[in-house]
């Protein structure tokens, strides 16, 4: 982090790579939650769910936080013409 932004090569952006790595595991951790919440649905408490559903809450709100920053540094980067674009589960903005 803090490299100076300068013209690159499309494809090969250490940030964006780091960006992007970080949008995979944020994903990753909010499908976990919603597999959980899934599968305990009908049997867990009240309280579990409670607690799952704040989880999921947090899960979210850090995908969406991992997509904002990815989006971001493309659009001021100019770096993301050639690999995909995630796209969003859901609209959000
Ligand atoms: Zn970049």
Redesign the pocket.
Known sequence: MGSAPAP?TPGI?E??AQLERSYKEAEAAFDTVRTAIRQKVGSSSKNEYVILARAEDLAWYRLQRAMRELAT??RE?G?GISQEAPPPPKPIW
């Open positions: 690159h952006c940030d964006k540094h493309i980067h770096c």
